[in-house]
């Protein structure tokens, strides 16, 4: 019996000799930032925007600071073959901000705030928990499961953070990447008691479908096309406390294109949609324009001049007239909440004002969350007078196609937005910023509903803070 254990040994020593062992590697990185600003006439925090933020009688100045910190751990093998990822964010956590009066508790702008010096108050969320494997049997692909990103092309209709799965890869020239992910139930002005029906609006089992491919067929020429579906039930009408659901159905088109010829960048965007929107969005409306139909283009050029660079840009969303009875012409985005907040994060490189900022490093605010009904037209020159710092003069010509709705109350005027960033790398992953803008408006605007004639003022920002990258 000893002599047979003997054999048993040796032959399993050998078996763990023959067998690679496999190494993790495990990664600690994030992001931490502070910022101040003061702003005044933007529609952001604190803000009545449905009032119009560009009113003089609207009360929407704000002095604010707020932290986020971004933590990120990674796992993966040393083959890179698969990985897992968690990443947390803390934030963003007001100075300060002691809107409700027990400690700890959450905010509708979904942070938590309390104790008596502000600095009791935390909000702690799940970003991304995800796995991310190399498909076996020699599939020129990785499959990725779990709270991720999903991104589009300069998050026109798509930049955001949801449950899903994602396909992505490449072969020879080709990229491409297919994804799927459900948006979470919502309510709106409903209320949902556990072992009682639902009373009010509703949706229910959204989902989306993507698909993305990308040429990769020389430096000067790099073209995408992509697609996306959502499918879901929604709240149609409301007959006493029973929800009349049916299906709705949208889908969007895109395609685009960038390129680097030496003497000069450029890059071009354009995107059809076609909705029937989800209740939260705001537009579903009993007898209202339940359908939208529109398209939003973005195209810039950028020239490189030893320290300089010079860029220029334009773009243009639909917006709507209410001539039709039951179709919407404003471009239709994503709404990722009940409240109708976009999964988009378009913003025209630079603008910092009468774009909302939300994703922005220097502040949270601006007005519009997405593309509709707005063009801008403008610029940028970018100075470095030394490698670790940048300076950036930015102007914008800025309106709306259509004036029934816009962010003039009804007005389609004209407005300007000028702003100055300068950022220093002080340190490898960290700078510290200064930002200064204006956005000046027209001496008056109409009120849509009543026809009457308001009083606009204009809008400033100023912001300073540090980020580091790790």
Do not use: C
Request: charged letters at 15%; a negative charge.
């Amino acid at each position: 019996m000893r002599k047979f254990w003997q054999v048993v040994g040796i032959a399993a020593l050998a078996i763990l000799v023959a067998v690679p062992a496999m190494a993790l590697d495990f990664k600690f990185g994030g992001s931490y930032r502070v910022r101040f600003y003061s702003f005044d006439g933007i529609g952001g925090e604190g803000a009545t925007v449905g009032a119009g933020p560009f009113k003089k009688s609207t009360p929407n100045a704000r002095n604010q600071a707020d932290l986020r910190f971004r933590p990120m751990f990674t796992v993966e093998d040393d083959n890179k073959n698969i990985q897992s990822v968690l990443r947390f964010e803390i934030g963003d956590v007001v100075f300060g901000d002691n809107a409700n009066a027990a400690a700890g508790t959450v905010t509708t702008a979904g942070r938590s705030v309390g104790g008596a010096t502000g600095s009791d108050g935390i909000s702690l969320e799940t970003k991304w928990a995800y796995i991310d494997f190399q498909i076996p049997f020699g599939v020129p692909a990785r499959l990725r499961a779990g709270l991720q990103g999903y991104y589009l092309p300069k998050g026109m209709i798509l930049d955001d953070d949801a449950a899903g799965i994602s396909i992505y890869g490449k072969a020879g020239m080709l990229g491409y990447n297919a994804f799927w992910f459900s948006m979470n139930d919502s309510s709106n002005a409903g209320t949902d008691t556990v072992g009682a029906a639902v009373v009010g609006p509703f949706n229910d089992d959204v989902d989306i479908y993507g698909a993305k491919l990308d040429f990769n067929l020389t430096k000067a020429f790099m073209p995408y096309v992509y697609g996306l579906y959502r499918h879901g039930s929604v709240v149609n009408a409301v007959v006493g406390t029973v929800p009349d659901s049916s299906s709705s159905d949208g889908w969007w088109f895109g395609a685009g294109a960038v390129g680097n010829l030496g003497f000069m960048k450029y890059d071009a965007d354009f995107i059809y949609g076609s909705d029937e929107p989800q209740l939260g969005s705001g537009i579903l409306v009993v007898g209202g324009q339940n359908k939208r139909r529109g398209w939003m283009a973005d195209a810039g050029v950028e020239f490189p001049v030893g320290p300089v660079a010079i860029g220029l840009r334009g773009m243009y969303a639909t917006g709507d007239n209410a001539d039709t009875a039951d179709v919407n012409e404003d471009f239709p985005t994503i709404p990722g909440t009940a409240n109708g907040n976009s999964m988009a994060s378009y913003t025209p490189k630079g603008a910092q004002i009468f774009w909302a900022s939300n994703g922005s490093t220097y502040m949270q605010g601006g007005y519009q969350n997405g593309g509709w009904n707005i063009w801008a037209i403008g610029g940028y020159v970018e100075y470095y007078p030394v490698k670790a710092l940048m300076t950036r003069l930015t102007y914008y010509y800025a309106g709306a196609p259509k004036s029934n709705t816009n962010f003039y109350t009804g007005k389609s005027s004209l407005g300007h937005e000028i702003n100055l960033l300068a950022e220093y790398k002080i340190y490898t992953g960290a700078k510290i910023w200064g930002l200064a803008g204006v956005f000046l408006t027209p001496g008056d605007g109409q009120e849509p509903a009543t026809g009457a004639t308001v009083e606009l003022k204009d809008a400033m920002i100023f912001s300073v803070g540090v980020q580091h990258d790790f």
